[in-house]
């Protein structure tokens, strides 16, 4: 099973900005949608954003306007630049690749990147 690397957490104070970066750290099959998640304590895991491999992209209501996920298809490198960061964005950020043979190989996940944001 690919097991995703995630980087750029870390604590940024209200306002500020990170970016978070997702890649694979060996040879995967080719990728159709890529997305990002995030997760807090005792709630679901929720989708923040997603993008198509041509580069179509849907973001949840709470991200539109602040956030903007890109993607680097020859370096199966996935990105997201958080700006604007409110205290209610804290939570563990996971990135999740769909292979195009997704049926076959399942879904790809890393093991997430903590970003708090202090008020």
């Known amino acids: 099973q690919v097991q995703l690397v995630e980087s750029g957490g870390g604590l940024v104070q209200a306002g500020g900005s990170l970016r978070l970066s997702c890649t694979a750290p060996e040879s995967i099959p080719s990728i159709n949608t890529m997305a990002w998640y995030r997760q807090v304590p005792e709630k679901q895991r929720e989708l923040v954003a997603l993008?198509?491999?041509?580069?179509?992209?849907n973001y949840a209501d709470s991200a539109k306007g602040r956030f903007t996920i890109s993607r680097d298809n020859p370096k199966n490198t996935l990105y997201l630049q958080l700006n604007n960061l409110k205290p209610e964005d804290t939570g563990v950020y996971y990135c999740?690749?769909?292979?195009?043979?997704?049926?076959?190989?399942?879904?790809?996940w890393g093991r997430g990147t903590q970003v708090t944001v202090s008020s």
């Open positions: 993008i198509s491999r041509d580069g179509g992209t």
């Open positions: 999740n690749f769909q292979p195009f043979a997704i049926f076959t190989t399942g879904a790809f």
